[in-house]
């Protein structure tokens, strides 16, 4: 009784780190405590020093085994901050785990095992077995850390959590053991990106009409970022002529601005509510890794993108990133196509429209990733047209995905 409430006692004062302890008091360390208590008693009353000496070290292991493991349970520590490692599925990795002993003892024979989600593997020292529980093994220095490595595979795309932790420690003897369970998630995460299929029929630059005589004046020059001067073209409009240079040189001079390439891509994930019972895993899946591949591909052209779906988070209707590009921008998406899944889309698609009709102000690109309500959507699509919007659909086949554009006067897009 006296050792559970010491160890109920210092758990409540160890709380900050997250754990839970209980003892795993096995037979034989009653039978030596047992053993150790009545030969003390037969040596006292027989007045055999021999036994007396005997039955008191047997009874001192096995109160110091306790005391060695209620040590180790206060001062035993896990890391728990918030780290993230990145990578695509079918690659490898490692997962370190930073556990400290804060005794001025060393701890031995400490066996571990730790359960992550089902879309990362665990590798064995062999590298074929593969599972969701690695368990190992380590011995803790005095007043040191020890880093746990844990090299996996990632299978599938997803945000993989460590879901459980324990620890099994035992004393130097091996007269009695404890368990160190973890009664929270560690902030570890593995984020494994989807993997990126290429789309066919790729065309979202708006066909620009050839004139017969070639011009060196741009119709993607910003007129507020002037960049230099040079020789003045017949084509040249006549408020671009740069006075000062032209007087200064003798011969007429024209400005000359900044290009620009104000493109903007919306992706939209837009299912029903219960799509998760008639939409395959494998579909929604490749509609995953050809968004993953148009991000990719708008970072390569510098071009603005922003993705929304209709799945509701904690205070949210619907989740979204807004509207950015480079790399962080790719990152950002390709972590969103790793966490939605299916059944997440709660919010109606109609409701999901008129927020992203808020949204839109210049006109841009809109590509529907998912639409397989038309219906309701069809107001959307025209009032967008009509206002300069360009819409794709993508399409689903057997070999691949394509996007098709949507032209004005279309009444029904269909099931994308």
Known sequence: MYWNKQLYRWNQERNKNERLCSWMANAQSEAVLSFGTIVFLVGFIKDSFLLTLTGLVFVVCAFLSKWYLLQMIRTFVIENQRRSLRLSAGDQSTLKIIVENQYPVPFFSIKGRIVADKNIAFLSNNSKDQDSAYTFSLTMPARGKTIVPCPFKALNRGIARIRSVEFICTDPLHIVRCSIHFDQLLKNRIIV????????QLSLVPPQRVGTLVTKHSLDQDLSTPSGIRQYTYSDPFKYIHWKATARTGQLQTKTFEHVADQSWMFLFLNQTNSARHQSFEDFDKRISAAAWLAEVACKRSVNTSIYCNAKSIGQKMVGIEPGKGALQLRKTWEMLAFIQAWQMKTSITQALMMID???SQPQ???????DQPGPAAPFLAKWLK?????????RFDDGCILEQIEKGVRAVGNV
């Not at 989807?194 to 066919?200: E, H, I, S």
């Open 365 to 371: 690109m809109i590509i529907f990733l998912a639409l």
């Open 193 to 200: 990106y989807p993997d990126p299929k290429p789309v066919r």
């Open 387 to 395: 206002t300069g919007h360009q819409i794709y659909m993508l399409r």
């Open 358 to 360: 808020q949204k839109l």
